[in-house]
């Protein structure tokens, strides 16, 4: 009998598509990242297939692909530091992490498709735009799945993507945290990691949510730096500096008339 890190859950009728690359994915996960964000990453891939199940628009999308995305995208969190950009966005951290960790296993693993530049590339978008929920639902459906399987793990069966409700059932949501408990992913343990960032590699965090946690709690989860972060977001928010450059753009414009 085939033993295999992520396991169909037969009573939820869920198959998860075999690939040597998956579990090869699982593993680099579980060895750079911490329980607490290998457990939300490879969850989502299980939220993505519930998903593609109810939602008919993403019944065709590639799911070794998006779960293999899922698995991968936070890597911008690793524990391994070594793996990590010292001025990129987490999201792009993952992005580039999953896209050299694929190129690299190719000639060692059998895989179920042809993982071609053009998969690469739609996982690298998966993965660095998964945040960006207001734009990606009107992406390629491998792009919007990823990201949908991943803001499922935050809201469970009261998710409700694009307003559709019970796309994740109560008994969905526990067969799949039989196998991949939380683990610490609670408020917490998420402030842990959003305020890490902000203090770790704060000007990446200016212009997105992460950002927000530093304003509310500081660089430590305990309010250590909240008034420099905040008054540093703000300097850097383009509302604020907006107004000198067009300034600026304005009297070059008279200076050539």
């Not at 008919?56 to 799911?63: F, G, I, T, V, W």
């Not at 739609?122 to 660095?128: C, E, K, L, V």
Request: with cysteine; proline share 4%.
């Amino acid at each position: 009998m085939t033993t295999t890190s992520l396991p169909d859950i037969p009573e939820i009728n869920i198959v998860f598509p075999r690939s040597s690359l998956a579990e090869a994915a699982f593993k680099y996960s579980e060895q750079h990242c911490t329980p607490l964000v290998h457990n939300h990453a490879v969850r989502s891939a299980y939220w993505s297939l519930i998903l593609a199940k109810k939602l008919p628009h993403l019944a065709n999308a590639d799911l070794e692909l998006v779960t293999l995305s899922c698995i991968l995208h936070d890597m911008g969190w690793a524990k391994t530091k070594e793996l990590l950009s010292a001025h990129k966005r987490f999201e792009v951290d993952g992005a580039n992490i999953a896209r050299d960790f694929i190129r690299s296993n190719l000639g060692s693993l059998a895989t179920s498709d042809d993982w071609n530049e053009r998969r690469i590339q739609q996982s690298w978008y998966a993965i660095a735009l998964h945040t960006t929920f207001t734009i990606v639902p009107e992406a390629e459906p491998e792009v919007a799945l990823t990201s949908l399987g991943i803001g499922a793990d935050f809201f469970g069966p009261q998710y409700t993507p694009g307003g559709i409700k019970n796309v994740i059932t109560v008994e969905e949501y526990h067969a799949v945290m039989k196998f991949f408990p939380r683990d610490g992913f609670d408020y917490e343990g998420l402030k842990g990691v959003m305020c890490g960032l902000c203090r770790e590699k704060p000007e990446t965090t200016y212009d997105n949510f992460v950002g927000f946690f530093g304003r509310k709690w500081g660089i430590d989860g305990k309010g250590t730096g909240k008034e420099e972060f905040t008054a540093a977001m703000d300097e850097a928010a383009f509302a604020t500096g907006a107004e000198k450059l067009f300034e600026y753009l304005v009297e070059l414009d008279k200076s050539a008339a």
